[in-house]
């Protein structure tokens, strides 16, 4: 069965760190660029931050999440991990990550398959 999913998100405090997995079974994660995704209520899907598929290095971030957030792979584990660090409250939302099978690169259109999110809190 081919699925994503994604680790536990949770309630962090401000200023606190938290990382989230991406864990793909059912096909190879390697072959795919890998999104990350976040939606808040009220407010529209964007896209945070995606991975190229291995080989090719390449990374990109949402302007809110340059400096604070990092994308990386273990290909060992068929998964992807977001680190976020420095968190605010305006971070709460529900993350997705999502697969994307392509060459080179990495954007946030035409995914192929969608985890069911997870739901991410930032409060004191």
């Known amino acids: 069965q081919v699925q994503l999913v994604e680790s536990r998100g949770g309630l962090v405090q401000p200023g606190g760190s938290l990382r989230l997995s991406c864990a793909a079974s059912?096909?190879?994660?390697?072959?795919?660029?890998v999104s990350w995704f976040r939606q808040a209520p009220g407010k529209e899907r964007e896209g945070v931050s995606c991975?190229?598929?291995?080989?090719?290095?390449?990374?990109d971030y949402a302007d809110s999440a340059k400096g604070r957030f990092t994308i990386s792979r273990d290909n060992a584990k068929n998964t992807v991990y977001l680190q976020m660090n420095s968190l605010k409250p305006e971070d709460t939302a529900v993350y997705y990550c999502?697969?994307?099978?392509?060459?080179?690169?990495?954007?946030?259109?035409?995914?192929?398959?969608w985890g069911k999110g997870t739901l991410v809190t930032v409060s004191s």
């Open positions: 991975v190229s598929p291995s080989g090719d290095g390449s990374t």
């Open positions: 059912g096909f190879t994660l390697n072959d795919y660029a």
């Open positions: 999502a697969a994307d099978l392509r060459v080179r690169g990495c954007n946030y259109a035409g995914m192929n398959y």
